[in-house]
Antibody, heavy 116, light 107 residues
Framework: EVHLLESGGGSVRPGDSLRLSCAAA????????MSWVRQPPGKGLEWVSS????????YYADSVQGRFTISRDNTKNTLYLQMDILKVDDTAIYYC?????????WGQGTLVTVSS | DIQMTQSPSTLSASVGDTVIITCRSS??????LAWYLQKPGKAPKLLIY???SLENGVPSRFSGSGSGTEFTLTVTSLQPDDFGTYYC?????????FGPGTKLDIK
């Protein structure tokens, strides 16, 4: 079965940076687009960003455009989310998910807390 | 951006009931719509994609219909494992957007 494991979450101050990773296993990583979806505590889901299988084609939510960068290393089967200029509103559980549209497998999530 | 709405926002039902959840989009998304179920403390699980296609391993008591701007998710013969929060998501146009969710709990 497909495995996705996020890491890199933590508590930071507004304006700080953080890089999330998602290690993928048990499927041919390079042939799938991948995405990040987040969920603020007690709230609904928000799509954040997607990237094509080869790494070309990146897409972002308006709320993170210009501050977050999605990337991948297909030699390491790993997806990344570089988050810069973090804001309090970025506080959420961040999930990585397989697929850019139909998210058929999800990781367990990593919590990012932005607070002064 | 395409806005998604869901109704009802909360729903109480009993085991064995049939429930219908509606999802509407602010503009046509054709049939590019998915449904997910999320349980507390867990990641969402894909149930339906392309409006009416059942994801592998999902019981046939789940069904989806609709196209354009109005979609429904029907769950027949509710089981204890079906309770949680249901989300729709359009993937016709970036940025992809989720509905606010429908919380289904036990009556």
């Amino acid at each position: 079965e497909v495995h996705l494991l996020e890491s890199g979450g933590g508590s930071v101050r507004p304006g700080d940076s953080l890089r999330l990773s998602c290690a993928a296993a048990d499927f041919t990583f390079s042939t799938y687009a991948m995405s990040w979806v987040r969920q603020p505590p007690g709230k609904g889901l928000e799509w954040v960003s997607s990237i094509g299988g080869s790494g070309s084609g990146t897409y972002y939510a308006d709320s993170v455009q210009g501050r977050f960068t999605i990337s991948r290393d297909n030699t390491k089967n790993t997806l990344y989310l570089q988050m810069d200029i973090l804001k309090v509103d970025d506080t959420a559980i961040y999930y990585c998910a397989r697929g850019s549209a139909r998210h058929d497998f999800w990781g367990q999530g990593t919590l990012v807390t932005v607070s002064s | 951006d395409i806005q998604m709405t869901q109704s009802p926002s909360t729903l109480s039902a009993s085991v064995g009931d049939t429930v219908i959840i509606t999802c509407r989009s602010s503009q046509s998304v054709s049939y590019w719509l998915a449904w997910y179920l999320q349980k507390p403390g867990k990641a969402p699980k894909l149930l339906i994609y392309r409006a009416s296609s059942l994801e592998n391993g999902v019981p046939s008591r789940f069904s989806g219909s609709g196209s354009g701007t109005e979609f429904t998710l029907t769950v027949t013969s509710l089981q204890p494992d079906d309770f949680g929060t249901y989300y729709c998501q359009q993937y016709d146009t970036y940025p992809y957007t989720f509905g606010p969710g429908t919380k289904l709990d036990i009556k």
